[in-house]
């Protein structure tokens, strides 16, 4: 379908490394793309954000679906006077998510698709740990289950997390100030979704047109496809928006 005269546009949803294939393929064949790729979504929580709500959204925002949708929170970035709030919340939340058989209505972590992706994502975890990552919450593995990890004060240049993890696992990072907050979610080759807490809309406002994403959310989390907004990310993460009509 890539290289058929009958196909004018190519539409993908997928890794980055594909998409750039793809559009190389497509763009020597003057064809127009609709790329929605890789992701690293940041979700910002400044000096004067309602913890309570934040902390909500953030574990909404992280761990539905295992943590395995193109829009999850990947990194939690939190202003420092609210940074041991944010953190004692954040875990006593996620220590009672409940695990377990998927067809439980009461069950929020469930398996992750496959052996081979749990997998990889201990390996992550370890490799984290060997570079003296900070395990707030430790999680653990029954089968292709894998409860919540977290771990705080990341460096937002490791590996932990400049990775699109796909899992259920938490990075917390501390920033300086609300505008280091913002040059932390930037710091990242991907833009697809991202979210800011603050009480000041405008102020809000004003930092979510600073982040270099397809979309960002106010007081809300990033999984959050609008349908009445064209969806489609920056950078990395894809070229063209996708409307859902009806």
Known sequence: ??????????SFTGSTKVGKHIGE?????????????????PFVVLEDANIERAVDAAVFGKFIHQGQICMIINRIIVHQACYKAFIEKFVEKVKQLPYGDPTNSDTIIGPLINEKQVDKIMVI???????????????KREGNILTPTIFIDV???????????FSPIATIIKADSNEHAIQLANDTPFGLSSAIFTEDLSYGEQLALQINSGMTHINDQTVNDNPMVPFGGSKASGIGRLVILG
Do not use: C, F, W, Y
């Open 25 to 41: 393929v497509a763009g020597s064949m003057l064809k127009r793309v609709a790329l929605e790729l890789g992701g690293n979504n």
């Open 125 to 139: 975890i370890e490799n984290a740990k060997k570079s003296n990552a900070k395990v707030a919450l430790e999680g």
């Open 155 to 165: 460096d937002n240049q490791s590996e932990l997390a400049q990775t699109e993890l």
């Open 1 to 10: 379908m890539l290289t058929t005269p009958h196909s004018q546009l190519i």
